[in-house]
T-cell receptor
Framework: TQLLEQSPQFLSIQEGENLTVYCNSS?????LQWYRQEPGEGPVLLVT?????EVKKLKRLTFQFGDARKDSSLHITAAQTGDTGLYLC?????????FGTGTSLTVIP | GAVVSQHPSRVICKSGTSVKIECRSL??????MFWYRQFPKKSLMLMAT?????????EQGVEKDKFLINHASLTLSTLTVTSAHPEDSSFYIC????????????FGPGTRLTVT
């Protein structure tokens, strides 16, 4: 059983569409990170959220940390082919770090 | 800053041989390094955590005699896959932390291991 469950696991959308990826847990995290990973490369940090209810924007990407600090979402507006990749959330409990199950996104031109 | 390198980026070895993967922090001192294994389009699975100068802590189900981890300096950790089998073929990723915060890990580019 994974501590952090992501949904959906796989997502294929047309360029220009919007999408949301969810990262859920029953545990509380002191911080949560989102990463994007391309095939054959290591994960690249997109954002860190630390405050319950926090919303951060990174161009077309909007990240939200749940009020109870147990879940998070990543919303992409007007997806582009360059957004294709594996999106990973990761949570820090203060003494341990857990990766989510991952969401593989494919944006079709 | 905070660059982590891995070497080699790709390696092919024969069954029964051993292969060593290096993870280096290039511009900071890594008190803790983590080794992950990843299958295609799946998340990272933590294999072990190593602190400089002490024995690595392995996750449940990871054979410490098969995956030897050495963290001899503050900038270098190595993972040696001993007596490799085809099922060990995978993408191995390391990350490094300077110890300031659990979540501040910097990831290497990964090593693709193929065992034939």
């Amino acid at each position: 059983t994974q501590l952090l469950e992501q949904s959906p696991q796989f997502l294929s959308i047309q360029e220009g569409e919007n999408l949301t990826v969810y990262c859920n847990s029953s545990s509380v995290f002191s911080s949560l990170q989102w990463y994007r990973q391309e095939p054959g490369e290591g994960p690249v940090l997109l954002v860190t959220v630390v405050t319950g209810g926090e919303v951060k924007k990174l161009k077309r990407l909007t990240f939200q940390f749940g009020d109870a600090r147990k879940d998070s979402s990543l919303h992409i507006t007007a997806a582009q082919t360059g957004d294709t990749g594996l999106y990973l959330c990761a949570g820090d409990t203060g003494n341990q770090f857990y990766f989510g199950t991952g969401t593989s996104l494919t944006v079709i031109p | 800053g905070a660059v982590v390198s891995q070497h080699p980026s790709r390696v092919i070895c024969k069954s029964g041989t051993s292969v060593k993967i290096e993870c280096r922090s290039l511009d900071f001192q890594a008190t803790t390094m983590f080794w992950y294994r990843q299958f295609p389009k799946k998340s990272l699975m933590l294999m072990a955590t190593s602190n400089e100068g002490s024995k690595a802590t392995y996750e449940q189900g990871v054979e410490k005699d098969k995956f030897l981890i050495n963290h001899a300096s503050l900038t270098l950790s190595t993972l040696t896959v001993t007596s490799a089998h085809p099922e060990d073929s995978s993408f191995y990723i390391c990350s490094a932390s300077d110890g300031r915060a659990t979540y501040e890990q910097y990831f290497g580019p990964g090593t693709r291991l193929t065992v034939t």
